[in-house]
Nanobody, 120 residues
């Protein structure tokens, strides 16, 4: 089982990026995005229930970030708009087989992380 994340890069404040995460080896009940700044705990961003398509957002990201999925490609996306310098960090995709969850310890599978840098 592998999660392959991509799409990070450098963008100016107010700009947009779309992250992608492709799962190989199996499908999962829930796929999520987290982010982690140096010296801080991994922070939940949002997740999506794979079968229902229902989503759950962290309040701080709601309205700017949108998660979606492509069943045929087994890929989840994170569309990030109105980016701010404080969004600069490494973003990780994660997956689990159980019900929706927002704590990193509840996830069994992780992608390698993709760096997003937002310049002011």
């Amino acid at each position: 089982v592998q999660l392959q994340a991509s799409g990070g890069g450098l963008v100016q404040a107010g700009g947009s990026l779309r992250l992608s995460c492709t799962a190989s080896g199996r499908t999962f009940a829930v796929m999520s995005w987290f982010r982690q700044a140096p010296g801080k705990e991994r922070e939940f961003v949002e997740n999506i229930n794979w079968s229902r398509g229902s989503t759950y957002y962290a309040d701080s990201m709601k309205g700017r970030f949108t998660i979606s999925r492509d069943n045929a490609k087994n890929t989840v996306y994170l569309q990030m708009n109105s980016l701010k310098p404080e969004d600069t960090t490494v973003y990780y995709c994660a997956a689990r087989k159980g019900i929706t969850a927002t704590y990193a310890l509840e996830y069994d599978y992780w992608g390698q992380g993709t760096l997003v840098t937002v310049s002011s």
